[in-house]
């Protein structure tokens, strides 16, 4: 099964994610221990599933080939992001377009994994006889996702078929085997980030996490196709944002590390030179390559090494 990871610099660039301090957003840069993780992602894919594709820019494919890191993957694609900037999406409410977009583009089936997200199993075929497959649900919370009203927006076609009690999708994993849904879910999501104007940070989270999330579980449901999730487990959204997801309890389908929330304490312990979390996170991620992947382990160090 062809895996893809989607990446955007601009978000980055622009501090929509956090990573950078005020004089530096100029410049794209990652810190050393997201971008170990992203390269064991494609490494244990390729290894277990399939070959992996990166599409990304060329800000984010130069970044690589300077530092000899575009080996990992099996094809990186700089075009289809050159089109994508053509809509001219704004970058900091819509960090994960890019993806969104992409999966229209793309003929299916294919599997998309977040930058930060690494599966580390393989998964069994029966779970790609579907049209389609998502990380795990994520229940309802109306402190992230509300109501269509909340929402506040006007002019976006909002389906009467639509069941807003529905769980949301976790999009971090997703898997396409029906072109019609991909399609669908992109030109929808698409649309809506078109025109959303959040004024508000809480409007742009919630916002941008309807057409991410919420909007795919939606449209699989309303639209009857075969659906389902790789992990049994349910996230709470009510309960703390600061974890992994390897502490839930279930993950009997497909076993996956998704860094999600735990990123943003990495990075208070990064910028703050705490060893604390980050010394074991890398700890961990080197061995990884030395007991797996050991043809690689001399051109990592200076990842291993900037975090110590």
């Known amino acids: 099964m062809i895996g893809v990871h989607a990446f955007w610099s601009k978000p980055v660039v622009t501090g929509t994610f956090g990573h950078h301090t005020e004089n530096e957003k100029s410049k794209f840069s990652m810190f050393p221990f997201e ?33 000899g890191y575009d080996v990992f993957w099996d094809k990186i694609d700089i075009d289809k992001a050159k ?3 053509l809509l ?11 993806k969104t977009w992409l999966v229209g583009q793309l003929d299916t089936p294919f599997l998309v994994l977040d930058h930060d997200n690494m599966i580390y199993t393989k998964i069994p075929e029966i779970l790609f006889d579907a049209d389609l497959r998502f990380a795990h649900w994520e229940t309802l ?27 949301v999708a976790n999009t971090s994993i997703m898997y396409f085997n029906n072109k019609t849904l991909s399609s669908e879910y992109s030109y929808r999501a698409l649309d809506f980030l078109s025109k959303h104007k959040p004024t508000t940070t809480k409007a742009q989270r919630t916002q941008y996490l309807f057409a991410d999330q919420r909007l795919l579980s939606m449209i699989a449901e309303a639209g009857d196709y075969n659906f389902g ?27 996956f590390d998704h860094t999600w929330f735990f990123k943003h304490k990495l990075k208070d312990d990064y910028e703050n030179n705490i060893e604390g979390e980050v010394k074991p996170y890398i700890d961990r991620h080197e061995q990884i390559i030395k007991d797996s992947f050991p043809q690689y382990y001399d051109l990592l160090k200076p990842l291993y090494y900037a975090c110590k």
């Open 35 to 67: 971008l170990i993780h992203f390269i064991c992602s494609a490494l244990n894919y390729k290894q277990l599933n399939g070959p992996i594709h990166l599409y990304t820019d060329e800000t984010f494919y130069n970044y690589l080939t300077e530092r």
């Open 83 to 85: 089109e994508f900037e």
């Open 88 to 98: 001219r999406v704004d970058s900091r409410h819509s960090w994960t377009s890019f």
């Open 141 to 167: 919370d109306d402190s992230v996702y509300v109501s269509k009203e909340q929402l506040e927006i006007n002019d976006f076609d909002f389906d009467t078929n639509w069941n807003w009690d529905l769980n």
């Open 229 to 255: 999730t790789f992990s049994n487990s349910i996230f709470d959204v009510r309960k703390s944002q600061n974890i992994r997801i390897t502490d839930f309890e279930d993950l009997d389908q497909v076993g």
